[in-house]
């Protein structure tokens, strides 16, 4: 998406419906060109008929880290032969927290691997998640 205003550009755009005959929390996702479902689990009253919210936000930090240390590997003909990561979302009472664990693979020597790890620390989801957003709400008419 390329869209932009004065120097702002549209990096993404989503839309979400939940409809009250539908099970009870399940929201129907769109992404692109993609259709989603999102649900809560049973203990928060849902169906688990797809991820939770949170679940989507762990997921779009995993796709962005996974690709982000893909891509600067080929950029640096590193032999980086695969890579995953492992990330848990953490609430407690003052703040949330996400821990994050890379699993590189390939004989990346310990200076290439710390690289991948500052890396994986400034990809763009990373820094829009520890930076925070704006989020400004409009009320449709009718």
């Known amino acids: 998406m390329s869209e932009s205003k004065g120097g ?3 990096v993404a755009r989503a839309t979400g419906k939940v409809q009250l005959a539908d099970a009870k ?14 649900d809560e689990g049973p203990h928060e ?3 688990d008929a797809g991820p939770t919210p949170f679940g989507y936000v762990l997921a779009g930090l995993a796709a962005c880290t996974t690709i982000t240390l893909r891509m600067y590997a080929e950029r640096k003909n590193w032999p980086l032969t695969a890579v995953s990561v492992e990330l848990e979302y ?9 821990e994050r664990m890379l699993h590189l693979g390939g004989p990346l020597d310990a200076e290439q691997r710390a690289r991948m790890a500052d890396i994986a620390e400034r990809t763009p989801v990373t820094l829009a998640l520890k930076t925070g957003n704006t989020i400004n709400t409009k009320l449709a008419d009718g």
């Not at 129907?28 to 259709?35: K, V, W």
């Not at 953490?90 to 996400?98: G, L, M, N, V």
């Open 8 to 10: 702002t550009r549209l």
């Open 25 to 38: 929390y399940r929201a129907t996702l769109r992404t692109g060109h993609h259709d989603l479902i999102a």
């Open 45 to 47: 009253g849902g169906a």
């Open 90 to 98: 953490y609430r407690d009472d003052a703040a949330f927290r996400i």
